[in-house]
């Protein structure tokens, strides 16, 4: 019966829409002993808990050192789901590991926010509501402290902005000898042109009040642009696939300009090639690098934007036709 009631738990858990929290593996060590191994994650950095369910209760262990220094400051009476936990509750083990969950990162803001440092604290204090907002502090207390924060670059926006999966990882390191502090952007892999950008150094003298607004300008303008001329091309030109996460490439059908022979007027056969569009973060100041493939072929022809027809203060209408048609002259069509 109680294997059963376990199985049932474990159930529960797996229908539940958790995604913070992991089990990672379940052993049954006797007809009224389970043992499950539960991990969570803060700032990148994963955590593992030993879960011990018998039927008069439960009991959990952790694994790494980490979790040893919540361990020891923590009694289990902190979680709350833990003592109140029942083999004969089915969601009991459900709400006990997101309570496990949301213990760990709540005593991790709680470090954060009452740091010795003020600079600390109050960077914090400034993203601490943000949608997502983690805080992990590594190695609490030594030399060699690190203070984690991660948190969306754009916590305005909502999931059907593609901007709004951009997270900032700032890292600070305020002991005594060198105070030290960097900023990190982490993105989906789909967004490669905007995760090449560098951002600017950040240091402690700097609050992220006054380092964030520059950088979320920056990355939002070229955004912006470049999406503003991938929708100009795809509402006019026969575009076959385009970027819509990062707006950083497109693919156009070109057919080459009609032409005729002097003496027959005879039309000459239109050529189709494919034209690629690829732009970089410095857009619209430098212009996209439009490249040519030969449709049955090989052969790629790379243009030179040093000979386009271009300017960045153009719309992105204009840009679209000047950059086609700049394509359409090419060789590449003879």
Not at 24 to 36: G, W
Not at 209 to 221: F, K, N, S, V
Request: glycine share 2%; with cysteine.
């Amino acid at each position: 019966a109680f294997s059963q009631k376990v199985d049932a738990q474990l159930k529960n858990l797996e229908e539940t829409d958790n995604s913070k929290v992991q089990i990672i593996s379940t052993q049954k060590i006797n007809s009224k002993a389970f043992r499950l191994l539960v991990e969570t994650a803060c700032c990148g950095t994963k955590f593992g808990w030993i879960l011990d369910l018998h039927p008069h209760g439960a009991d959990i262990t952790p694994q790494n050192n980490n979790v040893a220094r919540f361990y020891d400051i923590f009694t289990l009476s902190t979680i709350e789901t833990l003592q109140n936990w029942s083999i004969d509750d089915v969601e009991g083990l459900s709400r006990l590991v997101l309570d496990i969950d949301q213990t760990f990162h709540s005593h991790q803001h709680s470090l954060v926010a009452t740091h010795k440092n003020q600079r600390v604290s109050f960077n914090s204090d400034i993203v601490k509501d943000f949608v997502g907002f983690e805080s992990f502090v590594q190695n609490p207390g030594e030399d060699n402290e690190l203070i984690h924060l991660i948190f969306p670059l754009f916590p305005g926006k909502t999931s059907s902005d593609p901007l709004h999966v951009i997270k900032v990882h700032a890292k600070m390191k305020p002991s005594m000898e060198f105070a030290y502090a960097d900023i990190e952007l982490e993105l989906p892999s789909m967004m490669k042109l905007t995760g090449s950008y560098s951002p600017t150094k950040w240091n402690l003298d700097m609050s992220l009040l006054d380092y964030l607004p520059p950088l979320q300008l920056i990355l939002q303008t070229s955004w912006l642009k470049r999406k503003e001329l991938v929708e100009a091309l795809v509402g006019t030109m026969s575009v076959l696939e385009y970027d819509a996460m990062d707006y950083s490439k497109a693919f156009l059908m070109v057919k080459s300009k009609p032409a005729q022979t002097p003496a027959t007027t005879t039309k000459i056969v239109k050529v189709t090639r494919l034209v690629e569009f690829s732009m970089s973060m410095d857009f619209p100041e430098k212009p996209p690098v439009l490249t040519i493939h030969e449709l049955q072929g090989t052969q790629v022809w790379v243009l030179d934007p040093v000979l386009y027809r271009y300017s960045p203060r153009w719309s992105a209408h204009r840009m679209a036709e000047e950059l086609v048609q700049h394509a359409r002259n090419n060789q590449a069509w003879m």
